[in-house]
């Protein structure tokens, strides 16, 4: 079947913090697709059909059947989604399309930065490793303010049990004194990066999210760590 806009219901819609939500959108029958983990959908509301607005998949391409993006609560489309879309609504989907893909190759190892919501393909990249059982190594750094902030924690952290190639590093920006979180405290700097890196060569970056978060990441991964620009991979939101 060629691409296709089509409408898709939303089977469930899942509250993952109080600012973000995940949409599951249902094939329409006789809905067929090739597509790749990473890559995002453009979703328009009916009664709205010139504002599109882009979503990364926060599924993976083995699911068949359904696409899941998962949504903050951010300017126009994101509170909408977040505060009013439930099950049984309907969305237009533009196919899937976009190059933020992750290299599964064997020696391969994928380092993917990301903070709040920007984390949300990641999801994809580790589920699609994890069920196939690939060797290639993923390590997430991901950068939150608070505990309460991490999307998809029991999620990622039953993955990092099941996949002994996939590590789950969380950093808080903003915890009080008194928390008790025993993980790493502050931001993403080029040390932390750095601890992670094996085989330099074999590894990738991928940075997500807001343009100010990418670009920064972009700037410490190349110009501080030296790491040459094709060895890194962006998906800017804007
Ligand atoms: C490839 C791609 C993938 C994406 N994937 C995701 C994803 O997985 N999850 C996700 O949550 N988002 C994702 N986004 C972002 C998403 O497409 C939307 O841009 C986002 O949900 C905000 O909705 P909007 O564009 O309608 O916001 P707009 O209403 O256009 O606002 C854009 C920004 O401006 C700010 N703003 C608006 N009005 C004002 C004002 N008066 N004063 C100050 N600031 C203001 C808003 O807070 C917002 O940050 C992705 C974007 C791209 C390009």
């Given at each position: 079947m060629a691409k296709i806009i089509a409408e898709m219901a939303i089977e469930t819609a899942t509250m993952e913090l109080p600012d973000t939500k995940t949409l599951k959108l249902q094939w329409p029958e006789g809905y067929e697709v090739d597509f790749k983990t990473g890559q995002f959908i453009t979703v328009y509301w009916p009664d709205t059909p010139t504002y599109k607005r882009a979503y990364s998949l926060s599924?993976?391409?083995?699911?068949?059947g359904f696409f899941e993006v998962t949504v903050k609560r951010d300017g126009k489309m994101g509170t909408r989604i977040v505060d009013w879309a439930k099950a049984g609504d309907k969305l237009f989907v533009i196919p899937p399309a976009g190059k933020f893909l992750p290299v599964m190759e064997p020696d391969k190892h994928l380092i993917c930065i990301a903070g709040g919501s920007g984390v949300t393909p990641f999801r994809g990249f580790v589920r699609d490793a994890t069920r196939r059982q690939l060797a290639t190594r993923i390590t997430i750094l991901y950068s939150v303010r608070t505990t309460a902030d991490i999307i998809f924690n029991k999620e990622f952290r039953e993955l990092a049990q099941a996949n002994p190639n996939f590590k789950f590093e969380v950093t808080c920006t903003r915890l009080g004194q008194e928390d008790p979180w025993t993980g790493r405290r502050g931001r993403i700097d080029a040390a932390w990066v750095r601890s992670h890196i094996g085989d330099a060569a074999n590894t990738v970056f991928y940075a997500c999210g807001p343009t100010a978060l990418v670009e920064g990441t972009h700037d410490l991964v190349v110009?501080?760590?030296?790491?040459?620009?094709?060895?890194m991979l962006l998906e800017k939101w804007g």
């Open positions: 599924s993976c391409a083995l699911d068949r110009n501080e760590l030296g790491i040459p620009k094709t060895q």
